[in-house]
């Protein structure tokens, strides 16, 4: 079993930046596939950016690709999103997301846990 906790959301201007970082509890982070997901209000559950167990290979959305970095620290069990160039169509709930199988999962069906999310707010 796994446990997230995303953290470092907040309400910032078009064309800045924030770090989203998920804290995982559980002995297995290390081998789970993990990913981003996000929910703009009105709208489905999209992916954003998932990333393998070792962190050597990532997937984006179209949409955030060249202006998001997911990374991951195992020693810390913990996996950043690192967002630039925002705009205000990112404005949504951000939630992690973790399974044990193979990378890459880009479906929220993929995905057996799930944190709380962390608001992200983009004003023009």
């Known amino acids: 079993q796994v446990q997230l906790v995303e953290s470092g959301g907040g309400l910032v201007q078009a064309g800045d930046s924030l770090r989203l970082s998920c804290a995982a509890s559980?002995?297995?982070?290390?081998?789970?596939?993990m990913g981003w997901f996000r929910q703009a209000p009105g709208k489905e559950r999209e992916f954003v950016a998932t990333?393998?167990?070792?962190?050597?290979?990532?997937y984006y959305a179209d949409s955030v690709k060249g202006r998001f970095t997911c990374s991951r620290d195992n020693a810390k069990n913990t996996v950043y999103l690192q967002m630039n160039s925002l705009k205000p169509e990112d404005t949504a709930v951000y939630y992690c997301?973790?399974?044990?199988?193979?990378?890459?999962?880009?479906?929220?069906?993929?995905?057996?846990?799930w944190g709380q999310g962390t608001q992200v707010t983009v004003s023009s």
């Open positions: 997301a973790g399974d044990p199988r193979r990378f890459p999962r880009s479906q929220s069906y993929e995905y057996d846990y």
């Open positions: 559980g002995r297995t982070f290390s081998t789970h596939t």
């Open positions: 990333i393998n167990w070792s962190g050597s290979s990532t």
